[in-house]
């Protein structure tokens, strides 16, 4: 069984700054890509950031420039250092991880549950 629990969303003015944390817990040999993703009221979840193993990240166009993706091997974590936001990045925000639980070279994808950013004056 493989676990990923997000937090760090809230409501935060435009401008504003949150950071999203993402832990990933469980059977784990060894965590391949991560990412974030984010779904608006009526719209499709759409990727907003990635990162793999090496720790290269990838973003979206919509967010370059104010969001950052990293991780933290280590703990298993991923986070989303998220700045200026705007009233547009209004979503629920989703971690997934690509987990290998054991040696053999199969990974499964993974979801957490989700955390609501709201961006409003």
């Known amino acids: 069984q493989v676990q990923l629990v997000e937090s760090g969303g809230g409501l935060v003015q435009p401008g504003g700054s949150l950071r999203l944390s993402c832990a990933v817990s469980?059977?784990?040999?060894?965590?391949?890509?991560m990412g974030w993703y984010r779904q608006a009221p009526g719209k499709q979840r759409e990727l907003v950031a990635g990162?793999?193993?090496?720790?290269?990240?990838n973003y979206a166009d919509s967010v370059k420039g104010r969001f950052t993706i990293s991780r933290e091997n280590a703990k298993n974590t991923v986070y989303l250092q998220m700045n200026s936001l705007k009233p547009e990045d209004t979503a629920v925000y989703y971690c997934?991880?690509?987990?290998?639980?054991?040696?053999?070279?199969?990974?499964?994808?993974?979801w957490g549950q989700g955390t609501q950013v709201t961006v409003s004056s």
């Open positions: 997934k991880a690509m987990v290998r639980p054991t040696a053999i070279l199969v990974e499964y994808e993974y």
């Open positions: 469980g059977t784990i040999f060894s965590i391949n890509g």
């Open positions: 990162i793999n193993s090496g720790g290269w990240p």
